[in-house]
């Protein structure tokens, strides 16, 4: 079953439960043959330590079609390196450990710089741009998947419903967008995105007027999530933003490159819950203080490629018009908890759209004094066109690597 929303842009494929999720699974390893399936897994290697990835192996090890796992690993010395080389063993799939810290990967980094190429700060959008160019050096990928790794209630069948239409010959998608409803532990989850990404595009439309772009972001249940799944001719020339502007960047990648009927949004969970990022009111570098602020950054950025004009003006009528949508999207929020005997913190929500309506003019100050910023790292065509034995050299390191720990 799928429907369409906002003026018909985005495909939205729904899981009703009525197909066995192995029967699902069976047809995506059919098609797999022909299209096969390479799942990125972006990891701090405090995630190893954490909860949630030693579940998410244990549900992985089942998938039957999988082609390769590729993990980024950041954040680890040597001894820690070695410990994940052990940690993603009891995967039976090829796979791969990137040690994006190790020195032949810094040594890659400096060619770059030397280019003027290199990635301008590091975290999880230069991990998977890493692990995109490892998927593109490979060349035996017709689909790649993303997930994030800190899921607490993962299930593989999440994977399977996740990439299904994409391998599926007889669709027309070359990226899929999960969604899923955010509750967990009796509370309705998913702040940024209800707090700050929908009352935003609602206060833009108003402020700046009908936009395509805008009803195509509105268009998504959960513009946010971390799990996608996209065809690899996307890849070469795919911009990945720096900061933690990765998942609008993509969508909006797909906005620039793809027709809408390329694109699709798929119901992969019916319960979703995951590492909670702090609100760090305090601290503008870290938490949801941060990522707000990137979010907005990279919208008004997509906006004013397109032609819209800004000012300081129109970011204060901006941040005025969200505080009241927000405010009004909360007290829906808090009705629909109460009528399904779920709870909601208003004073916590509050505090909430106060500190993102701050980050809308914060983010419009940064824009206004520096509009040229490209804080996307270079395509990797660019790249190869750059230095043509890089990705070739990338494989060779990440290898040798592996050779040193065995």
Not at 62 to 85: N, S
Not at 274 to 292: C, E, F, V, Y
């Amino acid at each position: 079953m799928a429907d369409f929303h906002q003026n018909g842009q985005v495909a939205t494929l729904h899981d009703l439960r009525s197909v066995n999720p192995d029967t699902l699974s069976h047809a995506v390893a059919t098609f797999a043959r022909d299209r096969p399936v390479t799942l990125v897994l972006p990891s701090l290697y405090s995630e190893i330590e954490g909860p949630a990835l030693s579940g998410i192996l244990d549900e992985l090890a089942q998938v039957p079609y999988l082609h390769r796992i590729v993990i980024g690993l950041d954040q680890a010395d040597a001894a820690q390196y070695a410990h994940a080389i052990e940690f993603f063993a009891r995967l039976p799939q090829e796979h791969v450990v990137i040690w994006n810290d190790s020195p032949r990967q810094r040594a890659l980094g400096e060619r770059l710089k030397a280019h003027g190429l290199y990635p301008s700060e590091p975290g999880k959008g230069k991990n998977v741009w890493t692990c995109l160019g490892y998927v593109l050096a490979r060349r035996d990928t017709a689909v790649m998947a993303i997930h994030d790794c800190d899921i607490t209630t993962y299930s593989r069948h999440m994977l399977t419903r996740l990439v299904y239409p994409l391998v599926n010959p007889n669709f027309p998608y070359q990226l899929s967008k999960g969604f899923y409803p955010r509750i967990g532990e009796g509370r309705i989850n998913g702040r940024v995105t209800r707090l700050l990404v929908s009352p935003l595009l609602v206060a833009l439309r108003k402020v700046i007027g009908d936009r395509d772009y805008i009803d195509y972001l509105r268009s998504f249940r959960y513009p946010l999530s971390g799990e996608f799944a996209m065809r690899s001719v996307m890849l070469p020339d795919l911009r990945i933003p720096s900061d933690w502007g990765l998942e609008i960047g993509v969508l909006s990648e797909a906005w620039r490159n793809l027709a809408p009927k390329a694109v699709c949004q798929v119901e992969i969970a019916d319960a979703y819950d995951h590492k909670h990022q702090d609100l760090s009111p305090d601290d503008a570098a870290t938490g949801l203080n941060r990522m707000s602020t990137d979010i907005c950054k990279a919208i008004v950025r997509k906006l004013a490629a397109d032609g819209t004009v800004f000012t300081q003006n129109t970011f204060r009528t901006l941040k005025a018009v969200y505080y009241r949508a927000a405010l009004d999207m909360l007290e829906s929020y808090y009705n629909d908890a109460a009528m399904n005997g779920l709870s909601i913190d208003r004073h916590k929500e509050e505090q909430s759209i106060e500190l993102f309506a701050e980050n809308i003019m914060r983010a419009g100050q940064v824009f206004l004094e520096n509009p040229f910023e490209t804080p996307f790292i270079p395509t990797w065509s660019r790249v190869n066109s750059a230095d043509p034995e890089l990705l070739s050299d990338m494989l060779r390191a990440v290898e040798e690597d592996l050779a040193d720990i065995a």
